[in-house]
């Protein structure tokens, strides 16, 4: 997320999407919902070359974008310089705090896959 290409030249642009607009703060920027889409299909086409190592990866990048546009600020173009200037790295910095909270478990209370292959 914080190199380049993800961080987009530190404006993270690509990482928003208003819904109400289809774009994100910044003019002609592409914006998270065609990112992570571009991410996707090249998971899809890298894990039909059995390429599973670069597949997973973009599997994550497809994810991490599928988070973004799922976070309220980055569905508002609302960025870190917006008026309350600093409130989105709060906002953000405060969810890191808490998500632990909210872990997803399976029946026995706990998540642990440590598989190597994605069939198992």
């Given amino acids: 997320d914080y ?3 993800y961080y987009d030249n530190s404006t993270f642009a690509s990482h928003f999407y208003d819904p109400d607009n289809g ?3 910044i003019p002609f920027a592409k914006q998270a919902k065609e990112t992570g889409a571009k991410y996707f299909k090249l998971a899809g086409e890298s894990y039909k070359n059995k390429d599973m190592k670069q597949a997973f990866f973009y599997l994550g990048l497809s994810l991490h974008y ?3 546009v799922n976070q309220p600020m980055h569905a508002a173009n609302f960025t870190n310089l917006s ?3 600093g409130f989105h790295s709060k906002y ?3 969810v ?3 998500k632990d909270n909210y872990k997803v ?3 026995n209370g706990y998540w642990n896959w440590k598989g190597t292959n994605p069939e198992d």
């Fill in 66 to 68: 599928l988070g973004d």
């Fill in 23 to 25: 774009k994100t703060y």
């Fill in 105 to 107: 478990t399976d029946g």
């Fill in 96 to 98: 890191d705090t808490i």
């Fill in 83 to 85: 008026y309350p200037q």
């Fill in 3 to 5: 190199e380049n290409p």
């Fill in 92 to 94: 953000e910095n405060f």
